[in-house]
């Protein structure tokens, strides 16, 4: 054989001969993504958003995380509580989608199904999809995740304040590739049942403690298994098909926020996977070209759960109110969350990241009966602004926030519906915060229900 050209070979690639059956790409890049998000810390109120875009989707999808999400939202007076379940379930005329990126505890989902279905959510199962790329959590990871904060408490005197939902031992078995999936269950279940016992035993070696009653847990699973059947898909071709068949409208319900990030969080106290707008492509098999809209949610205020870094806090009377007024307990874990002063640092941060095309800002309601109210503009350290977000935990400990203060408009803004009906210093700390970050605020949430988001454009 030749190594080297001639010139006959160069024609015959310069005119190659036609290639029949071939069909031409289509010019269009398929149907339009719309991502919601969390901007902080969490809770920021995505399940309203969410909700009301998914009134007029086709489709909802979740792409992370697992039951250590929650998402509350209320409908005609009745308040349903999601942990795994898409806040889009809820339309009766949309599909939800549970992504590849999703960790599923079986007990967990039907549990969570059947709970909202006394209250009134009918069908639901039917309206389900999940898909067979899907990471399983088992009830031994749940017991390995609460090990894990005991061994973390004893050895360095903090825990990373987990859900103890089994979450990131789910994630570490996938990362190590012993994790078992949706279609793994459904697929030799006695070849599933040799891999489930071998993933016990690896994590018994690790922490001798644990006891779990594996043929009683095989059993369960099986039933589980079968139940779940008629709702799974192969999740990349369902949303292929989605994405490039006739006009829909989809919607991605981020679970977590941009601060909890496995990558661009608060690290280690983050969740264990990528809440940032990249877990949708990942999570779901969406390509990048197929994001559209990206909807930021954070609150008039900041807060979050568990412990780590929190440069806005405020552990005095202001801290109090707000926690107290908002209501603020964790819907996954019942834990008071921590409350203070809105970050925009924090928020240009998520913004840097996800690129938003706007901002639903919720709870304003909340700041009705202040008679000031702060905003962090910056972060100084040892004196000087930074201009970037700190990596290191140390260093975000250590910074001055920079604040700017507005007057309270004193003034019960929940039955505002429109943008007319805010007092004039309520619109001036909202328009501060669009021009600060740069990013236009779509909606105004000043209550609980779907009408109290006040749409701006």
């Not at 549990?111 to 067979?132: A, C, M």
Request: charged share 25%; glycine share 10%.
């Amino acid at each position: 054989m030749s190594l080297t050209w001639s010139a006959k070979d160069h024609k015959s690639y310069t005119n190659p001969p036609a290639v029949t059956g071939l069909k031409r790409p289509r010019n269009d890049t398929g149907n339009k993504v719309t991502v919601v998000l969390g901007a902080q810390w969490g809770d920021e109120g995505k399940g309203k958003v969410v909700d009301l875009l998914a009134t007029e989707a086709d489709l909802v999808c979740r792409c992370q995380g697992g039951n250590n999400a929650g998402h509350t939202v209320v409908v005609d007076g009745k308040e349903y509580d999601f942990h795994l379940l898409p806040s889009g379930i809820i339309n009766s005329k949309s599909i939800s989608l549970i992504g590849n990126g999703v960790v599923i505890h079986l007990p967990g989902l039907f549990e969570e199904g059947d709970k909202n279905e006394k209250k009134g959510l009918k069908g639901w199962d039917k309206r389900l999809i999940v898909s067979d790329r899907a990471h399983l959590v088992f009830d031994f990871h749940q017991v390995v995740d609460g090990l894990q904060e005991t061994q973390r408490q004893a050895q360095e005197g903090k825990n990373i304040g987990t859900t103890k939902k089994g979450i990131g031992p789910t994630y570490s078995s996938k990362a190590s590739r012993t994790g078992l999936r949706v279609c793994d269950l459904l697929g030799d279940f006695k070849d599933f049942s040799a891999r489930f016992k071998n993933l016990v035993q690896q994590y018994q070696s690790m922490y001798p403690s644990l006891t779990v009653d594996v043929e009683d847990q095989l059993k369960k699973l099986k039933e589980y298994g079968e139940r779940l059947r008629p709702m799974v898909r192969d999740g990349v071709y369902y949303m292929y098909e989605a994405l490039h068949g006739p006009p829909k409208k989809i919607l991605v319900e981020g679970a977590n926020a941009a601060l909890l990030d496995i990558d661009f969080g608060t690290y280690p106290f983050v969740t264990s996977s990528n809440c940032t707008v990249g877990g949708a492509c990942t999570g779901l098999g969406i390509p990048p070209v197929n994001i559209g809209d990206v909807f930021g949610v954070s609150k008039a205020y900041t807060t979050r759960v568990g412990i780590g870094a929190f440069p806005t806090e405020q552990l005095n009377a202001v801290g109090e109110l707000l926690q107290t007024r908002g209501h603020e307990v964790g819907v996954t874990t019942g834990r008071k969350r921590r409350c203070g002063w809105l970050d925009l640092v924090i928020l240009k941060y998520a913004h840097m990241i996800n690129g938003f095309t706007a901002i639903a800002l919720t709870k304003l309601d909340i700041l009705d009966v202040l008679d000031e109210i702060k905003v962090g503009v910056a972060y100084k350290l040892n004196g000087k602004r930074i201009p970037h977000f700190p990596a290191n935990m140390e260093v975000l400990h250590k910074v001055e926030v920079e604040y700017e203060t507005f007057p309270g408009w004193k003034t019960d803004t929940s039955a505002a519906r429109k943008w007319n009906d805010l007092p004039a210093k309520a619109q001036n700390y909202i328009r501060f915060i669009e021009n600060h970050i740069g990013v236009p605020i779509k909606w105004v949430g000043v209550g609980k229900s779907r009408e109290c988001m006040i749409q701006m454009f």
